[in-house]
């Protein structure tokens, strides 16, 4: 079976802006791709050209095996896509949603009733479904937003960021339901910001950095890329934070990391547990107490870090997004 | 799972089998389905949104009421009729461009929400979704024409023509109307956000006020007088007016009422013509 998204060379200009500098991927079928990176880094771009929303500038983008630059048309007979903001009617019930867009993706009067009612069910909405959208919560706006994605049961998924802006419980909601469709047979491709996102959902993650592919792989063996495992101290007491800090500086391959919000003070070493004995010793000898000690693998957020070297930051508004709008 | 409606109360495993398969491509819906589909969407949106639907008619409400009451009195018109039978017809036809500014901002939301991502992105006729847009648009016109003329009723506006030229002039207006649509679909295409929509629906002022709509023309200054007696505004309402109340001598104004009726559908022709495409263009166009 042909990839679900073939992309080589992507370029995507608007005026000076690169949004999409070269991009090569390859999402292969029968699972969730992730598409990881900080704001701007050209997420929503990809999506929307996936989504034939946009034209690239130069390159070669293949959705199925079709040609979404001289056969858009046909691309649209095979995704279904979510935007980054729920784009479902308040004024309307949950139902009359999804049956609008099932309308339109062409099925006949009884499917339409039919899939509006198995993805409301799917999506835990079956008792909400007869009500304005209006009344739902984020939550829930979101899952219908998910639902009408899918009600046209398409091939590949689109999904931009969604889970931005939800609460943890809504989030762990929406990962199960994207679960459920991966594990039915349906292709994803969803952008985050979040890498416990990526690393919870996605067999193949695609770490891209202005526009350009950095890293990919299964979550594992990009921490493995990350390179080093990390020894990872919480004092007992805060006061000790900077002292624990200047023990690991002597024992690690870059400068330690102080974390003030957990308590912690993580390093990347390369001698693994032989280090980890001296980093005990040494905090000993130094009469410092200790809650927790440590080895352990990188996480994506240190992967990255340590290959674009910055942090992913989620706080901010996503400026690639109003650039493809 | 709780009790439910009886609606999904169907057999499981029929529902399961009948569900069309996941990796059939979809076939998309035609054009007329698109349209009205989408069309309906707006529609239903300025219905069940009460602030809408009362705005425009609580608007309309006070400015009629304003112009019959406060100003009526210090104005005088041409011809035979009274104030209120000669302001009303003039009156409803800017109805059109007052209900025309919702039409902008509502595009301009969709544009900026992600709704008409989604819809671009559907195996349907892009132009589909433009073409639902302003079919439900002049049927909103319609219906602010429509309860204005009510409201118009109740302050006193009586129409003296017959029936059929009554009946015609509702007419003119819903086409009016509806080509009209289109410069606000354009206008909430290209600013972008609401804000910026309702900015640039501003211009409707000069058109509703610089015309024969409220006050005669002859009473402006000369420099103003050719653009408020030609402008297309006051071409429809010259229309309608005359259509309503029986003749262009019983409403003051020269040429014939078939004149001022066929300069209206000229003007909404070609007012359709280059909007339709300019936002059918511009919605359809992948950036």
Not at chain 1, 304 to 317: K, N
Not at chain 2, 7 to 17: E, G, I, N, S, V
Not at chain 2, 216 to 230: C, E, L, R
């Amino acid at each position: 079976m042909s990839p679900t998204i073939e992309a080589q060379g992507l370029t995507k200009h608007f005026g000076e802006v690169h949004a999409l500098d070269g991009l090569d991927l390859t999402a292969e079928s029968g699972r969730l791709t992730a598409l990881l990176g900080p704001n701007g880094a050209g997420k929503t771009t990809f999506i929307s050209a996936v989504a034939t929303l946009l034209r690239p500038t130069s390159g070669t983008l293949h959705v199925a095996g079709i040609d979404a630059a001289t056969h858009p048309k046909e691309v649209r007979r095979v995704i279904g896509l979510a935007g980054q903001y729920a784009s479902v009617e308040p004024a309307m019930t949950g139902k009359e949603n999804l049956e609008m867009v099932a309308r339109l993706f062409g099925l006949d009067k009884r499917e339409v009733k039919q899939a509006a009612g198995k993805v409301l069910e799917q999506l835990g909405l079956a008792d909400a479904g007869d009500r304005l959208v209006r009344t739902y919560s984020g939550g829930m706006r979101r899952r219908l937003d998910l639902g009408a994605s899918l009600v046209g049961r398409p091939r590949l998924l689109l999904l931009d960021e969604p889970t931005t802006g939800l609460d943890p419980r809504s989030r762990m909601e929406l990962w199960e339901a994207i679960r459920t469709l991966v594990a039915d047979g349906t292709d994803v491709l969803l952008t985050t910001q979040y890498l416990e996102e990526a690393d919870q959902l996605a067999r193949d993650v695609v770490i891209i950095d202005h526009g350009r592919v950095i890293a990919s792989g299964t979550p594992d063996e990009l921490k493995g890329q990350g390179g080093s495992d990390v020894i990872e101290v919480r004092p007992r007491w805060g006061r000790d934070l900077d002292a624990v800090s200047e023990v690991l500086a002597g024992v690690g391959s870059e400068p330690p990391r102080i974390d003030h919000d957990t308590q912690r003070v993580s390093v990347p070493v390369t001698g693994g547990a032989d280090q980890l004995s001296s980093v005990v010793r040494l905090l000993d000898e130094r009469s410092l107490a200790v809650d927790d000690i440590g080895l352990r693998r990188p996480t994506l957020d240190e992967v990255f870090l340590a290959l674009t070297g910055q942090p992913i930051d989620a706080s901010d508004t996503d400026p690639d997004a109003s650039a493809a709008a | 799972m709780t009790s439910t409606t009886s609606t999904t109360a169907l057999d499981p495993a029929t529902t399961a089998d009948t569900l069309p398969a996941t990796k059939d491509a979809a076939t998309g819906a035609g054009f007329t389905t698109a349209a009205l589909a989408t069309g309906r969407r707006t529609v239903l949106q300025f219905f069940r949104t009460p602030q809408l639907l009362m705005m425009g008619t609580i608007q309309g409400a006070l400015f009629l009421f304003m112009f019959r009451y406060v100003f009526g009195g210090a104005i005088s018109t041409r011809g035979d009729l009274n104030y209120v039978d000669w302001l009303v017809p003039g009156f409803l036809v800017t109805v059109i461009l007052w209900t025309g500014m919702g039409a902008a901002s509502g595009v301009a939301e969709d544009s900026s929400s992600g709704v008409y991502d989604r819809l671009r992105s559907l195996p349907i006729p892009r132009a589909a979704v433009m073409m639902g847009r302003s079919l439900a648009d002049g049927a909103l016109v319609g219906w602010g024409i429509f309860t204005t003329a009510i409201i118009g009723f109740i302050i006193g506006f009586r129409a003296h023509g017959g029936i059929g030229s009554i009946l015609l002039a509702f007419l003119l207006m819903l086409v009016a109307g509806y080509a009209f649509s289109w410069i606000f679909i354009t206008l909430g295409l290209i600013s972008g956000n609401a804000q910026a929509a309702q900015g640039m629906s501003m211009l409707v002022i000069p058109f509703s006020f610089i015309s024969n709509a409220n006050v005669p023309v002859a009473s402006m200054p000369g420099w103003m007088q050719p653009f408020a007696a030609n402008q297309p505004v006051s071409v429809i309402i010259n229309a309608v007016r005359s259509l309503m109340q029986g003749g262009t001598d019983v409403v003051g104004i020269g040429h014939s009422t078939a004149y001022w009726v066929a300069l209206s559908l000229v003007w909404c022709a070609g007012i359709f013509l280059v909007f339709s495409t300019l936002a059918t263009a511009r919605f359809s166009k992948t950036q």
